[in-house]
């Protein structure tokens, strides 16, 4: 019999960390495979691993247990069936000894040569196996063998061998497999011994004809796991690609899209939850849009009812007020002319008079230029360029970019635009720091675009979006862009100037511009 292998010893050392417990949740599995620290490539390689999709993930962890079990099953078949075959072969090796044996104790064979040399030849017809025999008498000596040729060398010294009454069973390796040697006694050893071996030949065909039945059975089964395994990932992904499609699809602003659920299963209420917070979701959206459109009424209404206010006190200013300091100068100078007041006195009752008319038509322009209900947007653009560039000492160019003899545009339109190029005036005078500036009005067929620029120190943009004080004006701006149905955009850099782009289609408005004109 050949001697079993030592038992291998393993101690708790000799396992990974981790491997004593058996993962509780995922948390524990998602951080033994995806290590941290050092191990930056082996944590991409891992995060790479895992972001493959589920489907290939299914079909993957399908066909890895597929050849995981045919080949766990391949070896342990092979390795039971030939462990079962050998302890027959050796069985068999001891009782075709023993039976030797018997025929030699029956026979006068063993005083024949001839005889003994017929005997072991009908062994070796009726065995194919078997690959010699050979006989020794009491003495130890060879009494027959089946060699052709020589005697072997390493038989030679075997002459000296105890042999129980069972007989004796050794294993020689050898190029062409194994050989079962057999020792058995002949009347107890009395009568000599004979000693045959079979070799492995026959266990090892046997074993390879299992093998290739059970990769047939294997191969045949991995098919059909494989196929499951398809079959599986595709039931199982089909719902998330849907999933995974209406949530685009939301995130693009679509609210109306609707998971489709096919099963009661996890992804099936996942897809119900999803359609109820779609659901959900268009219902605020719906309720924002309204309170939106409510807003924008309201502060649509505040705007028209502000600018009706300024145009009101500006006429009111400029007819009634201004009209009233000037009679009040003509009588002043009249008096000064006709009853013989000092010239002094009245040259500076004149100049006061005359600056307060200054003050009081300047205050009208800025409330509601009148130059803007009469000759439109062009004009006042041009006369505000001018008079700020005077006032602020700011180089404040302007430009009319579009075809001459072009209609009016709404009312509405006009005044947006009037508004939001001297609040950007404004600013560029008061925190620029700039030496020039500029206003440019392009006007195409479906839009119209102001720009102002300037060369001042700059801002930071990232701050307007989060509000503040500061900004009220970029967000007044921005509202009554909006109220048109047009945008604001500010660009603007430390160190680098601002740039205030309008622009506000004109599309639904050629009608309002024709009747406006």
Not at 469 to 487: D, S
């Amino acid at each position: 019999m050949k001697p079993s292998a030592p038992p291998v010893k393993l101690s708790a050392s000799d396992f990974p960390v981790g491997t004593k417990a058996f993962f509780p949740d995922l948390a524990r599995l998602t951080a033994f495979f995806i290590p941290s620290g050092k191990s930056r490539p082996m944590h991409r390689f891992f995060r790479r691993l895992l972001s493959v999709p589920i489907f290939w993930k299914v079909l993957g962890i399908g066909v890895l247990v597929a050849v995981l079990f045919g080949t766990v099953t391949l070896w342990q078949t092979q390795t039971i069936t030939a462990r079962i075959l050998h302890r027959n072969l050796e069985q068999r090796t001891l009782e075709l000894a023993h039976s030797l044996s018997l025929q030699l104790e029956r026979t006068p064979s063993m005083d024949s040569r001839s005889s003994l040399d017929q005997l072991l030849a009908r062994y070796l017809k009726i065995f194919p196996d078997l690959r010699y025999i050979v006989v020794r008498n009491s003495k130890g000596r060879v009494a027959g063998d089946t060699f052709n040729e020589s005697f072997p060398e390493n038989l030679r010294g075997t002459d000296s061998v105890t042999v129980g009454q069972g007989g004796l069973l050794r294993v020689f390796p050898t190029q062409g497999g194994l050989l079962f040697d057999a020792v058995y006694p002949i009347l107890g050893s009395r009568g000599g011994q004979v000693e045959l071996a079979l070799a492995n030949q026959t266990v090892v065909g046997e074993l390879s004809v299992l093998s290739r039945s059970v990769i047939w059975i294997l191969l045949f089964c991995a098919v059909v796991g494989t196929g499951l395994a398809w079959v599986l990932a595709h039931f199982l992904t089909y719902p998330i690609h849907l999933l995974d499609k209406a949530a685009q699809t939301v995130s693009e602003g679509e609210l109306s899209a609707k998971a489709e659920v096919f099963y009661e299963d996890e992804i099936g209420r996942l897809a119900a939850t999803f359609n109820q917070m779609t659901a959900n979701l268009q219902k605020y959206r719906q309720e924002i849009l309204e309170k939106e459109k409510s807003r924008l009424s309201l502060l649509d209404k505040i705007v028209r009812a502000q600018e009706e206010e300024r145009r009101s006190i500006s006429r009111e200013l400029h007819d009634q007020m201004g009209q009233s300091l000037s009679a009040i100068l003509l009588n002043l100078q009249s008096d000064c002319l006709y009853r013989s007041k000092p010239r002094s006195r009245c040259q500076l009752l004149e100049g006061k008079l005359r600056e307060l008319i200054d003050q009081v038509r300047r205050l009208a322009w800025n409330m509601r230029p009148s130059i803007l209900d009469d000759y439109g947007l062009d004009s006042a653009l041009a006369r505000y360029a001018e008079e700020m560039s005077l006032q602020s000492g700011v180089s404040i160019d302007y430009q009319y970019l579009g075809p001459p003899g072009r209609p009016r545009l709404p009312g509405q339109v006009e005044t947006t635009f009037y508004r939001i190029a001297q609040e950007a005036v404004t600013n560029v005078v008061r925190h620029a720091t700039a030496t020039r500036a500029s206003i440019v009005i392009i006007y195409q067929p479906d839009n119209m675009t102001l720009l102002v620029e300037d060369n001042g120190r700059g801002f930071n943009t990232a701050g307007v979006n989060q509000g503040g004080f500061h900004f009220l004006g970029i967000t007044g701006m921005k509202e009554r862009a909006g109220l048109v149905g047009g945008t604001c955009i500010v660009e603007s850099e430390p160190g680098k100037g601002t740039v205030v782009r309008i622009q506000i289609p004109l599309v639904q408005e050629v009608g309002s511009c024709l009747s406006a004109s």
